[in-house]
């Protein structure tokens, strides 16, 4: 079982910058792939960015050039950093970690809440 605690998010506005970390538990964090997700109210959950356990990223259109996601193996923690943040991105951010060779590896956080106003 994975535990993963997201954190960071918070009401700002619009063209201000947040950075969201999720912290994983057990001793797998390097090996997965690890993305984030948002889900916005009436919308379904949509992918934001993910990154290999080899550091390959990959970025939705809509979020390319102003979000970087990141990883530090050692500290078991995945980190999005959010700069010229617009309306559109206010949503419930989800820490995902996915493995593709483990059967069932596939784990959720609770979700943190970014509001972005006008």
């Known amino acids: 079982q994975v535990r993963l605690v997201e954190s960071g998010g918070g009401l700002v506005q619009a063209g201000g910058s947040l950075r969201l970390s999720c912290e994983a538990s057990?001793?797998?964090?390097?090996?997965?792939?690890m993305g984030w997700y948002r889900q916005a109210p009436g919308k379904h959950r949509e992918l934001v960015a993910h990154?290999?356990?080899?550091?390959?990223?990959n970025y939705a259109d809509s979020v390319k050039g102003r979000f970087t996601i990141s990883r530090d193996n050692a500290k078991n923690t995945l980190y999005l950093q959010m700069s010229s943040l617009k309306p559109e991105d206010t949503a419930v951010y989800y820490c995902?970690?996915?493995?593709?060779?483990?059967?069932?590896?596939?784990?959720w956080g609770q979700g943190t809440q970014v509001t972005v106003s006008t």
């Open positions: 995902n970690a996915l493995s593709r060779v483990a059967a069932g590896y596939d784990y």
């Open positions: 990154i290999s356990s080899g550091g390959t990223t």
């Open positions: 057990g001793s797998t964090f390097s090996t997965v792939i």
